[in-house]
């Protein structure tokens, strides 16, 4: 199948404006008020993409985007628009999409493992200072040294449990572990679990080459996160995207440049990447942005303005669509000049007056051309989605997703024995043979306590309370490695 070098996006007095699919993994911006249009010019964007084979991943924020599972419908706003925006080959039709959701809810589940998320992510994410970012580390460690599984959240909660009752004997090998801080962990993990978070650590983790799949007809699969009840805990989404890059860029080889991208991202409401992270956190963002179009890879970032993307991200971004900016305040004004800055300037008009005077479907467009240079920024009319414009009605949605090629996959959890499992087997073990043990290690008051000693007593400790309780359920799984 021969695909397109580039598709539309919009047009200006009759000619088109279209988005070069060879530099497309060079990154890209789509800002604006809200009301402005952005979500239609995703739509637009991710269609383009999927005509042209490459499959994409978006959060879907306002639970707009499902429609894109059905095709659109004939409008007389559509026909004025197609009359002013020669597009090749329009056509209302539905692209090929998955739904997912971190809940659940509207889609499969997303999952990973502790393990595979890294006490960096997971320090920022409990919002940890140095200190318990220090005792959190020291809890991987340890279970990395000791082959103990950290899956999900009653993992660490056992570790941890273990690491308070066993600190003294940590201290040779890994430091001083403080029991205050191991206490404050577990109040985060608690309030964590309360907003929902546990349910994206455990099994089965998400294989993050599903969403780098195409349809029979050659069209890329685009992958449609359901936000609407995740956007409600920004930390939570934004280190999820985080994560999501970072992961790409860890299990994806080097490509160089191709002809189209392998995959594009679109992350909506970017700057929650952003907001309160540490600066660790931001260059590590940088670094995976700068990186990862090496393979393949392009990150599509929507805000409400340029001013929202530090300057070492925004610097990163080629292709640029601006809608609408108000400019009521002095900080409106400076975010406007912002953005009018980051484009190559039209004598035609002026920049920074068109972005206050944009209408909806309107937008200042700028992409890269053959030698990844920046076009002359225009001021063009968007072009019209071919799928539907708003939401599916949930009939409809449950029909796209029983015939999902991952129904079964993901939807229901797996519990296998892991770190909790251990320790609590450890602790049955250390009950059933009780006295015996007792006098043994009485009768050689010098021998070293091994560390699974530790943990077993650790967990007997604890099976009178509720976390010892919850420990000792699933003691009768297997333990299989990965």
Not at 15 to 21: D, E, G, Y
Not at 56 to 78: E, Y
Not at 214 to 242: E, K, M, W
């Amino acid at each position: 199948m021969l695909y397109p070098k580039s598709f539309v996006i919009g047009g200006v007095a009759g000619r088109p404006v279209a988005l070069n699919l060879a530099m497309a993994n060079r990154h890209g911006l789509v800002a604006g008020a809200t009301g402005t249009g952005k979500t239609v010019t995703l739509q637009v964007l991710a269609e383009g993409f999927s005509r042209a084979g490459v499959p994409v991943f978006m959060a879907d924020v306002k639970g707009d985007l499902s429609g894109m599972a059905a095709p659109g419908k004939p409008h007389k706003k559509i026909d004025e628009r197609l009359q002013a925006i020669p597009v090749p080959d329009y056509r209302q039709r539905a692209y090929p999409v998955v739904f997912w959701d971190l809940f659940g809810d509207q889609g499969h589940p997303v999952r990973t493992t502790l393990s595979e998320f890294g006490p960096l992510l997971l320090a920022d994410f409990l919002d940890l200072n140095q200190t318990q970012m220090g005792v959190l580390y020291t809890a991987f460690k340890v279970a990395d040294d000791q082959g103990l599984l950290l899956l999900d959240m009653k993992d660490l909660q056992a570790m941890l449990a273990w690491m308070k009752e066993e600190r003294k004997s940590l201290e040779t090998d890994y430091g001083g572990v403080s029991a205050a801080s191991i206490a404050a962990i577990q109040r985060n993990v608690l309030m964590l679990e309360e907003q929902g978070g546990a349910e994206f650590f455990g099994e089965p983790a998400l294989d993050l080459f599903d969403f780098i799949k195409n349809d029979f007809s050659g069209n890329g699969v685009i992958n449609i996160l359901d936000a609407t009840r995740l956007i409600h805990q920004p930390r939570l989404y934004g280190i999820f995207l985080l994560w999501l890059i970072s992961e790409l860029f860890e299990q994806l080889p080097e490509v160089g440049d191709m002809e189209k991208p392998k995959m594009v991202f679109f992350f909506d409401e970017a700057h929650l990447l952003f907001d309160r992270a540490p600066a660790v956190l931001v260059e590590k963002i940088e670094q995976v942005v700068r990186l990862i179009r090496s393979k393949g890879v392009g990150i599509y970032f929507i805000s409400q303005s340029p001013a929202d993307i530090p300057d070492s991200v925004l610097g990163q971004l080629g292709n640029r669509i601006q809608h609408a900016l108000r400019a009521f305040t002095p900080k409106d004004q400076k975010a406007v000049r912002v953005a009018a800055q980051t484009f190559r300037a039209n004598p035609a008009f002026a920049t920074e007056s068109a972005i206050t005077q944009l209408g909806v479907g309107e937008a200042l467009i700028s992409v890269l051309d053959d030698k990844g240079s920046p076009t002359v920024v225009e001021r063009a009319l968007v072009a019209p989605p071919e799928s539907r414009i708003g939401p599916l009605d949930a009939a409809e949605r449950q029909e796209v997703l029983s015939r999902s090629p991952y129904k079964g996959r993901y939807d229901q959890p797996l519990d296998r024995e892991s770190a909790a499992e251990l320790l609590s087997a450890k602790a049955r073990q250390k009950l059933v043979d009780g006295a015996g043990q007792n006098a043994s290690a009485k009768s050689k008051p010098g021998q070293q306590q091994s560390i699974f000693e530790a943990m077993a007593k650790s967990a007997a400790r604890s099976i009178g309370s509720s976390l010892g309780r919850q420990i000792i359920r699933g003691i009768l799984g297997s333990l299989s490695k990965r």
